[in-house]
């Protein structure tokens, strides 16, 4: 029964996500604060690759595809494991449930 419940509000949170428009620009000094919040600035930059790829680098991977937004809205907000040099390490999640200020740094991200 509760992961029925999960199931839908994460469907709805990514529906909405899904249509919401990128017609405004992303609130950079929202996005950093929620980044250096959430400790994502640990192993991620802006321009050079740490233990996790820059946000550049994954703008670019998801440059063009209907999906990016789905897509790193569920890596941002799901814990899930990554691999940091060959060891698979919890990719954790920001520190926010709230959808604007989640769109707002993928947006962001996807801007870079």
Known sequence: M???????ILTGFFFCLATATASHAADEADAMKLLEDSKCLK?????????GPA??????KYKGKAEA????????????????DG???EHGSVKTRD???IRNL???ILSR
């Open 87 to 89: 060891e698979e390490e």
């Open 43 to 51: 192993c991620h930059s802006v321009d050079k690759k740490k233990d």
């Open 106 to 108: 993928v947006q962001w």
């Open 55 to 60: 946000y550049k680098e994954v703008a670019a």
């Open 2 to 8: 509760q992961i029925s419940i999960i199931k839908a």
């Open 99 to 101: 959808a604007d200020r």
């Open 69 to 84: 937004e789905e897509k790193l809205s569920k890596h941002v907000t799901v814990p899930s494991k990554v691999k940091v």
